[in-house]
């Protein structure tokens, strides 16, 4: 069955270190999301992809967060320096263009920031 | 700002019980109207998704579409202690294709 991979699952940085995660979404998903959940709230969307164009990041903090995209599959998202306030979960979904398409999440990342 | 509520919980059922999990949306341009459902600790994993007026049935969960109210909602029938876990509503709109989603109800299902 078809998965949208990410990794690490886990990961524990210092304050004002650098971190980065990776997904890959389901082949043949031009979509793919990142979204960052604090505990006890819903995903926060932070950076939409349409193949390797960015949609949508309004809500990226782009003076410590990057995303890129560059073929158009597999993306990195990358924090740095992290603050303690970047600690949660970081999710990556995908989902076709065409139609009524359902989106599908990866495992995702736990950050903590020490 | 596009918006999507939902009550944040607990909601307890006992076991056997039906759980409906209510959800209401802002943007009337959204086009397709999803629920996950989420484990501690886990990433969402999707029950349903619905784009048109009316019901959706799927085993023991039957989504509901209701465009001109703006309202989305969950039926669990013949609840069970593993249905146990947060659910998150998500909209998706016509435009761009965001997922929005909402803050999620909890559900607590007795044995």
């Known amino acids: 069955e078809a998965e949208v991979a990410q990794s690490p699952r886990y990961k524990i940085t210092e304050k004002s270190q650098a971190v980065a995660f990776w997904c890959d979404p389901i082949?043949?998903?031009?979509?793919l999301y990142w979204y960052r959940q604090i505990l006890g709230q819903g995903p926060e969307l932070l950076v939409q992809?349409?193949?390797?164009?960015?949609?949508?990041d309004s809500q990226l903090p782009k003076d410590r967060f990057s995303a890129e995209r560059l073929k158009g599959v597999d993306s990195t998202l990358k924090i740095q320096p992290a603050e303690l306030g970047d600690s949660a979960m970081y999710l990556c979904?995908?989902?076709?263009?065409?139609?009524?398409?359902?989106?599908?999440f990866g495992q995702g990342t736990r950050l903590t920031v020490v | 700002q596009k918006e999507v509520e939902q009550n944040s919980g607990p909601l307890s059922v006992p076991e056997g019980a039906i759980a409906s999990l209510n959800c209401t949306y802002s943007d009337r341009g959204s086009q397709s109207f999803f629920w996950y459902r989420q484990y501690s600790g886990k990433s969402p994993e999707l029950i349903m998704f619905i784009y048109s007026n009316g019901d959706k049935e799927d085993g023991r969960f039957t989504a509901q579409l209701n465009k001109a109210s703006q309202y989305v909602s969950l039926l669990i029938r013949d609840s069970q202690p593993s249905d146990s876990a947060t659910y998150l509503c998500a909209v998706m709109d016509t435009g761009r294709r965001a997922l929005t989603f909402g803050s999620g109800t909890r559900l607590q299902v007795q044995p």
């Open positions: 082949s043949g998903h031009a979509t």
């Open positions: 979904a995908s989902s076709t263009t065409g139609g009524y398409t359902e989106a599908f």
């Open positions: 992809f349409q193949d390797e164009s960015v949609v949508d």
